[in-house]
C-alpha cells in the first residue's frame, strides 16, 4: 500500500494552519509556496479536506482557508479519509473459488481476505489514535519553529 502525495501534503498545510492566530485564513498559493509544492495539486488537495470537513474557505481578497476543528479532534485517519477515500484499501476479486477449482462460491473462507481484513483494521485503528496535535506538540519540541511562525506572521 502507497498513500498519495496528497496525505503528507494535507498533514503539513493543517499543520500550518493550526499555527494561525484565531481568526486568520490562509491562501492555498502561500502554503503551495512554502511547502515548495504544486499549487493546482494542493488546491485539489485543500478541496478534499474542505469537503470532509477538515477546513473552511473564506471568500474575497484577504481570504483562504482555516480549520474548522481544534487539532486535538483531527486524527491521521480523519486526513487519510479527506485525502485517500472512505473505501476499503483491499477488495477481493474472491479468487480462491477460482484457486480451489469450484463453480460459485458456497460461502468458502479466503484467509487471504481475512488477513487483509485484519490489517486494515489495525491500519485504521492506529491512524486513529495518531491526532494532529501530538505531531504538532513533537515537531515543536524537536525543532525551532521560528522561522515558520515569522513566515505565518507575513502571509496569514
Same mark, same amino acid.
Given at each position: 500500500?502507497?498513500?498519495?502525495?496528497?496525505?503528507?501534503?494535507?498533514?503539513?498545510?493543517?499543520?500550518?494552519?493550526?499555527?494561525?492566530?484565531?481568526?486568520?485564513?490562509?491562501?492555498?498559493?502561500?502554503?503551495?509556496?512554502?511547502?515548495?509544492?504544486?499549487?493546482?495539486?494542493?488546491?485539489?488537495?485543500?478541496?478534499?479536506?474542505?469537503?470532509?470537513?477538515?477546513?473552511?474557505?473564506?471568500?474575497?481578497?484577504?481570504?483562504?482557508?482555516?480549520?474548522?476543528?481544534?487539532?486535538?479532534?483531527?486524527?491521521?485517519?480523519?486526513?487519510?479519509?479527506?485525502?485517500?477515500?472512505?473505501?476499503?484499501?483491499?477488495?477481493?476479486?474472491?479468487?480462491?473459488?477460482?484457486?480451489?477449482?469450484? +463453480?460459485?462460491?458456497?460461502?468458502?473462507?479466503?484467509?487471504?481476505?481475512?488477513?487483509?481484513?485484519?490489517?486494515?483494521?489495525?491500519?485504521?485503528?492506529?491512524?486513529?489514535?495518531?491526532?494532529?496535535?501530538?505531531?504538532?506538540?513533537?515537531?515543536?519540541?524537536?525543532? +525551532?519553529?521560528?522561522?515558520?511562525?515569522?513566515?505565518?506572521?507575513?502571509?496569514?
Amino acid at each position: 500500500m502507497k498513500l498519495s502525495l496528497g496525505w503528507e501534503q494535507s498533514v503539513y498545510t493543517l499543520l500550518i494552519l493550526a499555527n494561525l492566530p484565531a481568526g486568520s485564513s490562509m491562501s492555498s498559493m502561500a502554503i503551495a509556496e512554502r511547502l515548495k509544492v504544486s499549487p493546482s495539486y494542493l488546491k485539489k488537495i485543500i478541496k478534499s479536506l474542505v469537503d470532509e470537513g477538515l477546513l473552511k474557505s473564506t471568500p474575497g481578497k484577504n481570504g483562504g482557508f482555516s480549520l474548522t476543528k481544534k487539532i486535538e479532534d483531527i486524527t491521521f485517519y480523519d486526513v487519510f479519509t479527506a485525502v485517500e477515500g472512505r473505501g476499503r484499501i483491499f477488495n477481493s476479486q474472491r479468487l480462491i473459488i477460482n484457486f480451489l477449482g469450484l +463453480d460459485s462460491d458456497k460461502g468458502q473462507k479466503c484467509s487471504i481476505s481475512d488477513a487483509m481484513n485484519t490489517i486494515e483494521n489495525n491500519l485504521f485503528s492506529t491512524l486513529s489514535k495518531v491526532t494532529l496535535a501530538r505531531v504538532k506538540e513533537e515537531t515543536e519540541s524537536n525543532y +525551532d519553529l521560528s522561522n515558520l511562525k515569522k513566515w505565518i506572521n507575513e502571509n496569514d
